[in-house]
């Protein structure tokens, strides 16, 4: 197929799960309402029946009996702390997270947008010392004013930082606040001005937003690509991420020839 654009919006045919629905729960409800069909038929319709009274069930069928409405158990309450090596609770998480940021120079590091203190990447429970049951988490930060991955582990008993490191060329996947910074870029860089001509055909409004599309995405790593640009040799020891892009139940917008470099705040076309 011959591309002329800088994007171009491409249609395809996915199965339900992929593309239809793009809105929060969309999908969960319709499982939810599937699986509920299912199981009452499981335990009220006219098979179970049959299995000890034959004449009964197909009564039943025959009156046309509805089957008990679904019921959906309430998730129980999350305690503020975890127990062994269940997941980190949301208070936890929180507290790993202003934890591991109270060290002296975080206010000098700078996050994804320019701004004060490192840039959240992640935190999960780390691995049990042999023979020690508390509970410690490992929380990534990513400095951009360095160019550093920054990881260090809290005992979340204590409250106190008992590992510190700092890494250069080390890239781990890219956190949903930095896609969405990738795609801000794109769209007021001059390469943007061919997503947002597919957007308009696609659709017939304007593209203003980064909140009227669908993205996802992840680390360019240039050890993958037969021919990188010279403006992305630095990918790698710089963070570059490369993204997905769909109208928000609707066409997908090809933006996958367009690399961010978000340490350098610059956008180059590749292919």
């Not at 790698?236 to 609707?250: D, I, M, S, Y």
Request: charged share 25%.
């Amino acid at each position: 197929m011959a591309v002329t654009g800088t994007a171009v919006a491409v249609a395809i045919s996915l199965p339900s799960s992929a593309g239809a629905d793009d809105t929060p729960g969309g999908r969960a409800a319709a499982g939810v309402g599937a699986a509920g069909t299912a199981g009452s038929t499981g335990a009220s319709g006219t098979t179970g029946q049959q299995g000890t009274d034959g004449t009964q069930g197909g009564d039943a069928q025959a009156q046309g009996t509805a089957p008990a409405p679904a019921t959906v158990a309430p998730v129980p309450a999350e305690g503020e702390k975890g127990v062994g090596s269940d997941p980190l609770t949301d208070d936890e998480l929180a507290r790993a997270e202003a934890l591991a940021l109270t060290p002296p120079g975080a206010a000098a590091q700078q996050n994804v947008e320019g701004g004060r203190g490192p840039q959240h990447l992640g935190t999960d429970l780390a691995d049990p010392l042999p023979g020690d049951r508390t509970r410690r988490a490992e929380v990534r930060f990513y400095d951009y004013g360095r160019d550093e991955l920054i990881t260090r582990t809290v005992d979340l008993s204590t409250g106190k930082v008992e590992k510190s490191g700092a890494q250069r060329g080390v890239q781990p996947s890219a956190h949903p606040e930095e896609l969405r910074e990738a795609l801000e870029l794109i769209l007021a860089s001059p390469l943007g001005k061919g997503v947002k001509e597919d957007y308009e055909d696609a659709t017939g409004k304007k593209l203003t937003t980064t909140a009227q599309l669908w993205f996802n995405g992840d680390v360019y790593r240039p050890y993958r690509e037969a021919n990188v640009p010279a403006q992305l040799t630095r990918c790698g020891e710089h963070r570059c991420v490369r993204l997905v892009t769909k109208v928000l139940n609707g066409a997908w917008i090809d933006t996958r020839n367009l690399i961010v470099d978000l340490s350098a705040r610059t956008v180059t076309r590749v292919g």
